[in-house]
């Protein structure tokens, strides 16, 4: 496994995000709160070569609904995104969320937007901005039965009908490592957003749906940046069904019961 940063790269990774965060201030943009630097930076857990800096643009309010605001905010994100492609020698991965995301609805009870909460509440850094994070609801496991829900539609949508068979491995590694996180956090309440802590953790605390080896072989190799032979990857994508299938049902028989 590649090791953390070293402090000359801690203090270059620090300048691209300052860099960034004078640049997004140059826009003038009223919609932007806030911007903070989520994951593996401040959780000090960055390798080099593997992660990005995840930097969360907290927009002002609530999603516009009329399609000029729409437009406009689009418009902002896109040049956002184009700013985060410039950056050097790392890469920065911006992601968009609005104020009332962070609070529950008042309709469902739920945070529809559990993981960022539970992200910037736990592991961030404040690059530009104002917004005190003792706004930000406190995410709670059936919180994450929904995010589960909506990230299981996303995947299948991403790599459609013989997506285990087709998808890049690269891919499918990462997101049996997602759901592996999910299910710590809904089965376990356990948070985990160290990718290189996520399948240990998983051994130590669901050991009643046991990891299939060629699973566990081939999320170490790709932690470790290391090829994953054909059989093996074969193996891999021969297993993953099933074991995805047992992690939903056992997070699903979680859930606790509604009041």
């Not at 962070?102 to 690059?127: E, I, M, N, V, Y």
């Given at each position: ?9 801690h ?8 860099g960034?965060?004078?640049t ?35 927009f ?10 729409c437009?406009q ?18 890469e ?6 609005y ?22 509440l ?17 995410p ?13 539609e ?49 051994l130590?605390?669901?050991p ?6 060629s699973i566990?072989r081939?999320i ?12 093996l ?7 993953l ?18 009041h």
């Amino acid at each position: 496994m590649s090791n953390p940063m070293s402090a000359a790269e801690h203090s270059a990774a620090w300048q691209e995000l300052q860099g960034f965060a004078r640049t997004l201030q140059e826009f003038t943009a009223p919609q932007i709160r806030a911007a903070f630097v989520i994951g593996s930076f401040p959780g000090g857990y960055f390798r080099p070569g593997q992660s990005d800096l995840d930097v969360v643009i907290i927009f002002a309010g609530s999603p516009p609904t009329d399609e000029p605001t729409c437009q406009q905010h689009q418009a902002l994100r896109q040049a956002i995104k184009e700013l985060a492609s410039k950056a050097s020698p790392y890469e920065i991965e911006p992601m968009f969320i609005y104020e009332s995301e962070l609070k529950r609805d008042p309709h469902s009870g739920l945070l529809p937007r559990a993981d960022f909460a539970s992200r910037l509440l736990l592991q961030s850094q404040l690059l530009m901005g104002e917004f005190d994070l003792q706004q930000v609801d406190q995410p709670l496991p059936e919180d994450f039965i929904y995010v589960l829900q909506r990230y299981l539609e996303y995947y299948q949508h991403k790599i459609g009908p013989d997506g285990f068979d087709q998808a890049p491995l690269s891919d499918l590694v990462k997101h049996v490592l997602t759901l592996m996180r999910y299910a710590l956090i809904i089965c376990r309440q356990h948070v985990q957003y160290n990718k290189f802590a996520v399948l240990q953790d998983y051994l130590r605390l669901i050991p009643e749906l046991p990891l299939p080896d060629s699973i566990k072989r081939a999320i170490e190799k790709s932690l470790q940046s290391e090829p994953i032979e054909p059989d093996l990857a074969a193996a891999f994508r021969q297993e993953l069904p099933a074991f995805q299938q047992a992690l939903i049902d056992a997070m699903l028989r979680a859930k606790p019961e509604s009041h």
